[in-house]
């Protein structure tokens, strides 16, 4: 059971640059989520999704692009990459949108923008 | 929530020593509790998590952690820690009608050994 798979695990890019980092969860979860986290800060929510076609922004959501076509993934775009946009990013998934379930979490993907 | 708030960035104790991780939330409603752990270079697991029921809540490597409702605090304790407990500890809370987690800062653990 692969849980939450995340690629690549490491990034460098230019300013100026766009990617997609991606990700995957194998356990029927509906809901899934991007954070990003920096040192001192914990965890930002970026955008998050409750099910295929719905996609909503979360606490920082500028320069970054999402959609859910499946269940099992929710990629992660960044449009025109800056360098505060360095960062560790993290992709979640729960199996509903209740505030009780527990998220599980990838192994994170470290991009750095020069 | 509104907040929740880990007053250390940093917890450094030695090996087999007690030790007590501090977070506190700010809300007037119901709240869902959890405690994750992030080992180093990886993702955050669930650590334990307090729904409801009984206010002491334990995990299977020997952590526990007291919801006080009146103090709106839940700390995460352990007796005696070990090396391999090393790790950066994330507070989060929920609402009952708000799905959104809230998270702490987080503070790492450093154990001495």
Known sequence: NAGVTQTPKFQVLKTGQSMTLQCAQDMNHEYMSWYRQDPGMGLRLIHYSVGAGITDQGEVPNGYNVSRSTTEDFPLRLLSAAPSQTSVYFCASSYSDTSSQPLHFGNGTRLTVT | ?113
């Not at chain 2, 490597?61 to 605090?73: C, D, I, L, R, V």
């Open chain 2, 1 to 113: 929530a509104q907040s929740v708030t880990q007053l250390d960035s940093q917890v450094p104790v030695f090996e087999e020593a007690p030790v007590e991780l501090r977070c506190n939330y700010s809300s007037s409603v119901s709240v869902y509790l959890f405690w994750y752990v992030q080992y180093p270079n990886q993702g955050l697991q669930l650590l334990l998590k307090y729904l409801s029921g009984s206010t002491l809540v334990e995990s299977i490597n020997g952590f526990e952690a007291e919801f006080n409702k009146s103090q709106t605090s839940f700390h995460l304790r352990k007796p005696s820690v070990h090396i391999s407990d090393t790790a950066e500890y994330f507070c989060a809370v929920s609402e009952e009608s708000n799905y959104q987690l809230i998270w702490g800062a987080g503070t790492k653990l450093i154990i001495k050994p």
